[in-house]
């Protein structure tokens, strides 16, 4: 029985893995501050690196405390003109420039511009005109687009003879801006009456025609 037992024993510990031990190593530096980083800029403190270096030393702007408040498009109302400093080099910048190019506006109605007009009236026009010797009057339009838009304008096929209008091309303001003045002509030479017409006015940029009906009582 005893055989037995020590033959168990001794065969375990034959398959029992054996571990192996690892060196400890140790790093002394002597004389080393292992404490941290104890490194300070001058006078303890960082100044500021964000610093433009598009201006001259020594350029004061002068730039005042309120400016600005009004917001970009103040300066632009009535005659005042922008105020501030302009930077060294730069004052009198496009003064001497020679301009080539820039927008250009039409002088003549495009040949086969259509100027049938709407199905409704944008507003009615009445006049009374002194039939020998005509009538003209002016017809003030509110601008309806966003931008600067050219315009042309002319009455319909179908329309009286007597009617013309100028200027027939021209520029038209933005929306809120001024309105554009139209000079309606009618000359009946002698003829009495009621006369109509359809003073259209295209707007070819836009994609939008304005459009008034036009009547003269001739006497």
């Not at 192996?20 to 500021?48: F, H, I, Q, V």
């Not at 005042?64 to 917001?71: K, N, R, S």
Request: glycine share 12%; hydrophobic share 35%; charged share 15%.
């Amino acid at each position: 029985m005893k055989f037995i037992v020590y033959f168990f024993v001794t065969t375990a510990s034959a398959f029992t893995p054996s571990i192996p031990s690892r060196p400890l190593t140790r790093l002394y530096l002597k004389g080393a501050d292992m404490s941290g980083n104890s490194w300070k800029p001058d006078s303890e403190k960082m100044g500021s690196t964000d610093t433009g270096d598009y201006f001259p030393e020594g350029y004061n702007p002068d730039i005042a405390f309120t400016d600005g408040w009004q917001g970009s498009q103040a300066s632009l109302a009535g005659n005042n003109k922008r105020s501030g400093p302009a930077i060294p080099g730069l004052e009198n910048l496009g003064a001497d420039a020679t301009m080539y190019g820039g927008i250009t506006q039409a002088s003549e109605i495009p040949p086969g511009m259509d100027f049938t007009p709407p199905s409704i009236p944008d507003g009615v026009f009445e006049m009374n005109v002194q039939a020998v010797a005509g009538t003209a009057k002016e017809l003030s339009v509110n601008p309806v687009c966003m931008g600067f838009e050219d315009y042309y304008a002319a009455f319909s096929p179908g329309s009286h003879p007597s009617f013309s209008v100028s200027p027939a091309v021209g520029r038209m303001d933005r929306r809120g801006g001024a309105p554009t003045v139209l000079k309606i002509l009618c000359a009946p030479q002698g003829q009495t009456g009621l006369l109509e017409g359809n003073l259209v006015i295209n707007l070819p940029d836009d994609g939008t025609k304005i459009y008034y009906q036009v009547k003269a009582n001739a006497v």
